[in-house]
């Protein structure tokens, strides 16, 4: 079996769990290997979806338009990448959790950049890995063993029954999937027998475990209302782990696994991984909040977008501060395919 740990990163010991976060005592102020993806992308997909859409001035996507909040532009690719390492780093530095063996066949669900699923083909070099997102925003450059496709993962699949090994996802099912039955029903069919599917995600909520934040605290307030605005527009961003991990379990999947961890927003935390994960976070939170706010704050709210920016900066201030030991909570659920399943 292949190591799964992302390359030059050290798993920390009891990373990923709820126990609360020790905060910091004193305070302290192109590879030869990869192949040109673009003839990939041009017989993959229409020239419509890079007819990207402006408002507000940022970027969104083409294909399903309005189908997700956030923009694609290089701002925000930027925000996706640091997001992602902060995730990894605060849950325990793997690429996947899950005990999959040898897999053959991958699928990146919302792959954004594309940063996992190149992972992914740099540690299985012997896998197919396909990323498929909204965007088409993934890099030219990759591993000859991915390639990447424009799909909804909310459409019907079109992959075979029993065929990946793997099926992964990261800050989907959280804000982005409307019928999340639906959605991990049709994992388990295109799941092979034996195979698995992981999922990681982050709740919108800030937290504290060694202060009371208040209601009407901006970074607490911030969360809540985009709770409030995405749930405007036919979404959530609050799904519980444990929801999940039932779905899982009723649509079939066994041996299903749910792993809490707390991403700290910040370098507040003791722990050395711990600390780098919440300086990746506080600068999502500083640089990104905008990408993040403005089509739920807008659409789903009907703020102005003059309030939007006048409240985001209120926001920033408060997350700099360091003696809140702010936090948010995320999750890793995953669960295997029965041997002997059956695709429905």
Known sequence: MADARLPEETAPTEIAGSAPVQPEEVDHPG????????????????????????????????????????????????????????????????????????????????TGTGIWAIEAGDTYPAAEVIGCDLSPIQPDWVPPNVKFLVDDAEDTWTWPDDHFDLIFTRLLVSGSIMDKKKYFTQAFRCCKPGGWIEDHELWSETR?????????????RWADLMAEGIAKMGRDMRPEGSLVKSIMEEVGFVDVVHIPFKVPVGTWPANETLKAAGGAQLIVMLDGIQALSLAIFTRGLGWAPEDVESFLEECRKDFKQKKKYMYWPGWIVYGRKPENAVAT
């Open 208 to 220: 504290s475990d060694h202060i009371q934040l208040t209601d009407d605290m901006p970074a607490k």
């Open 31 to 110: 590879d030869d290997g990869y192949v040109d993806d673009e003839s990939v992308l041009s017989q993959s997909v229409r020239s419509s979806v890079y007819d990207f859409k402006y408002e507000n001035g940022r970027r969104y996507h083409a294909f399903r338009e309005g189908a997700y909040f956030a923009p694609n532009d290089e701002p925000e690719q930027e925000r996706m990448d640091i997001q992602a390492r902060a995730m990894t780093l605060a849950s325990g530095s793997l690429l996947h959790h899950c005990p999959v063996k040898d897999p053959q066949r991958i699928l990146d669900v919302g």
